[in-house]
């Protein structure tokens, strides 16, 4: 399956899925079946899916603040992922599924040059979505502990998560529950196998 110049065909597929002006900002970055296949296998494994997903990087900066003597998170930099969790919550999941059933000979290419051998798609997305969703929405402000120039979690547990369910946790919790909700609804639409059964040699 031949995969360059087909982002024109893509796009034209998945602008149904969103009238977000943000989303179609998004469809303009180039070679969209790869990044897509590339950040769904980064997710799988926990690790950070940045590089592919540049596009959708918050402006500003991380902040921190006082509260009650600890030190949290500031709300500007959960403030800052809005406008991601906004689009992400907007997307059509009935739609998505049935573009994903179009596109899914491309995407099984890409994701084929990446991921490790025997391993589908279906369970690829499965094993990303699952890492996202089962990450905890926090409470209360969640406690930082600095390390040399940056900031890690005081909480072990949250400290020990991967860098893709790190990256969720800093959108704060109303957007962590917008995206989660989201991803449940399009697992379903795309008919994905559960986590657990995805996670099965």
Known sequence: VQLSGTDPRVRDLLKGLSSDADFARWLSAEDLVRRFAASANLIAEGQSPRMPLSFMAPAGTFRVTKRHGRTVTAPESHT??????????SLDAKIAGQVYQELKPLLDAAHGELAPPGRSLDATLSQAIGRLTRVPVPKAPVELTPKGALYVYADPDLEALGAAEKHLLRMGPENMRKVQAKLT?????????????????
């Open 80 to 89: 800052r992922y809005d406008g991601v969790a906004r689009v992400i919550a």
């Open 185 to 201: 609804e399009l697992a379903a639409a795309l008919g994905l196998p559960s986590s657990e059964q995805a996670r099965q040699p």
